[in-house]
């Protein structure tokens, strides 16, 4: 990632992978209009905010908005192009076919957690949903009493994968749920109780180093503007 193959015009993209199912949707669609591919590279918020600091590559980021507003304090995205794609909850599934699990309050949500044989979840130290549901977990008391059944990925996207693999019954998954939704063979069962809710705002930007500012521009108003709005929303984004 230190570097491009030389006539290389693809617009350089590093995202939460929060904003993967929208990304994928529209690359195509923004190629017809720029004659540019979207060379776009997904993981949890805190892996893509170490790649950009030991040099990755960039053209456009998302990132949690709280992370693009730091980037634009120390000057490294362009001023003006900041831009929300939205809200996510932090959400539960299952896998394609079974039984919701009971997660309307504390009470509920602590006993289907307890009764899950695995529990697949992003990073706790890196991924945005993983230290969220970290925290739910040890304010339900219940932390020690799972640790054994947590399966920790390096990003949503692939532990939901992995929940749609697995081969047990009664599984769960805790993700951002725009991850859960773009995945298939899992099921969305709801948002985290309202005592634990998590929305997180996404944001994009263009670096301040963009080989192509206003090819970069373009990407950014496609991603975040009215034109995608229905599809950002069908995604599990929020207004």
Not at 94 to 122: K, Q
Not at 209 to 220: E, H, I, L, Q, S
Request: glycine share 10%.
């Amino acid at each position: 990632m230190k570097g491009a193959p030389a006539g290389d015009t693809r617009l350089r993209l590093l995202s939460a992978g929060a904003a993967k199912g929208v990304v994928e949707a529209l690359q195509d669609a923004y190629f017809a209009i720029s004659g540019s591919a979207i060379a776009a590279t997904f993981d949890a918020v805190g892996t893509i905010r170490e790649a950009l600091d030991d040099g990755a590559p960039c053209d456009v980021i998302v990132l949690s908005a709280a992370m693009i507003d730091a980037l634009a304090d120390e000057g490294r995205v362009i001023g003006g192009t900041v831009r929300a794609l939205g809200r996510v909850p932090t959400a539960i599934a299952v896998r394609a076919g079974e039984p919701l699990p009971a997660i309307g309050d504390a009470a509920a949500l602590r006993a289907s957690l307890l009764a899950a044989g695995h529990i697949f979840v992003p990073d706790t130290g890196r991924a945005t949903a993983g230290i969220h549901f970290a925290k739910v977990l040890r304010a339900l008391g219940i932390y020690d009493s799972v640790a054994a059944a947590l399966r920790p990925f390096p990003n949503g996207a692939i532990a939901m994968r992995a929940l749609a693999a697995s081969a047990e019954h009664g599984n769960i998954g805790c993700t951002q749920a725009t991850e859960i939704r773009y995945t298939s063979g899992v099921s969305l069962a709801g948002p985290l109780p309202p005592q634990f809710a998590l929305a997180t705002v996404y944001a994009a930007a263009v670096m301040r180093d963009a080989r192509d500012p206003d090819a970069a521009r373009r990407w950014v108003e496609m991603l975040t503007g009215p034109e995608s709005r229905e599809l950002r929303m069908a995604g599990g984004f929020e207004p």
